[in-house]
């Protein structure tokens, strides 16, 4: 089954390297068959290449940001992961049959909640409960692709798109490394990691707004460039003013390949207010943000997407970090249904967003060629 091919008129660095990915990802997948089924059908193996070193952007603040305090050691005898800093790179020290877990709480107000410990969580994996050994509450760095509608509808909205995304990245993390992509019925990485705003805003003014949407392609694609991150919690936000047109791929094999251990969770924004089939629209980005999770948002007007930014930035930096050694070994391999409770005293019911499941054993596509 062929994949995704990357062409287009660009001729600069980072749209040669996603299509030396594509090529090397989709030569992977005919030599390996994954033997699990996805929906009732057999389904290819996400590709597993290996990655090269890629050098840590630097991590002075840009204007706009204020440079976060380094994290507090956790207490003695405890089983806190211990984060230390390898050559300006943030490091989470994990065992190696762990499955680390990033979860939001919420109220019945969707209010975050960010008073729990790690006695009020509990975690379920294939409906047994497992035992915690490692619990953070911090805000972490993370690596964050930036996917964005270039199609034709979406010429009009770039603007105020491109500056609710600057504004995502001047909320976060100051540590965070981030990428672009840009899509119509192709996709480009316009700007590989960093933490440059002037890169990142030059990247999202690479506008050619037209043709088709190949939405989980660029979803496909931008996943796999994970492999080049430094750091372990992985986010995807995306912009589409659309339905998937013009991808490969179905949207049941895209979110397979979202389920990875260690897979991103995805944050969606959906223009769809003018979308000539917005209910499918609609359920094809709840379910993949639900499934890795996400959230997928649904604003009524153009104008509350720089709003939604800055509340994705704000739920991101305020998870729990959750590990659990599972007790059905990863070598058996197949997928995990995952559902964490919180259950403090003095809370009413509470809400865990956290990704429902993941294939064990299996890891993001890796490229020898950047």
């Not at 496909?220 to 991808?247: H, M, P």
């Not at 609609?282 to 930014?309: H, M, Y």
């Not at 739920?315 to 659990?324: A, L, M, P, V």
């Amino acid at each position: 089954m062929p994949g995704p091919d990357i062409t287009g008129p660009r001729n600069d660095r980072a749209g040669s390297f996603f299509r030396v990915l594509s090529y090397a990802i989709w030569a992977a997948i005919a030599a390996s068959l994954f033997t699990q089924t996805f929906a009732g059908q057999p389904v290819l193996n996400p590709l597993y290449l290996q990655s090269q070193t890629v050098q840590p952007p630097s991590t002075q603040s840009q204007p706009g940001q204020t440079q976060s305090p380094p994290p507090a050691s956790p207490p003695a005898g405890s089983n806190q992961q211990q984060p230390s800093s390898e050559n300006g790179t943030f490091v989470i020290r994990k065992d190696v049959d762990e499955v680390l877990l990033h979860a939001t709480v919420v109220d019945d107000k969707q209010h975050i909640v960010t008073d729990l410990d790690r006695g009020d969580f509990s975690v379920f994996e294939d409906g047994k409960s497992q035992t915690i050994i490692s619990f953070r509450h911090e805000d972490i760095p993370v690596s964050m692709g930036i996917v964005i509608d270039n199609s034709g509808s979406m010429r009009e909205k770039r603007a105020k798109v491109n500056q609710a995304a600057l504004n995502l990245v001047r909320a976060s993390n100051p540590q965070d490394e981030v990428f672009v992509v840009n899509f119509n019925d192709e996709y480009f990485l316009d700007q590989d990691f960093t933490n440059d705003l002037l890169k990142l805003k030059e990247a999202l003014e690479k506008i050619d707004a037209r043709g088709g949407t190949a939405l989980y392609d660029a979803m496909e694609a931008s996943a796999a460039n994970f492999k080049y991150a430094r750091l372990e919690r992985k986010i995807l936000f995306l912009v589409t003013d659309g339905e998937d047109n013009s991808s490969r791929d179905s949207l049941e094999q895209t979110v397979k390949r979202l389920e990875v251990e260690n897979g991103p969770a995805v944050y969606a924004i959906g223009l769809l207010g003018d979308e000539e089939h917005p209910k499918r629209a609609r359920k094809a980005l709840e379910i993949i943000a639900q499934r890795t999770g996400g959230i997928a948002f649904f604003p009524a007007t153009l104008d509350e997407v720089d709003e939604i930014s800055r509340q994705v930035a704000h739920d991101i930096r305020n998870q729990y970090t959750i590990g659990y050694k599972p007790t059905n070994p990863r070598a058996t391999g197949g997928f995990r249904q995952i559902r964490v409770e919180a259950k403090p005293k003095g809370h009413k019911k509470l809400v865990v967003r956290t990704k429902t499941g993941y294939y064990a054993g299996l890891q993001p596509a890796q490229s020898e060629t950047k």
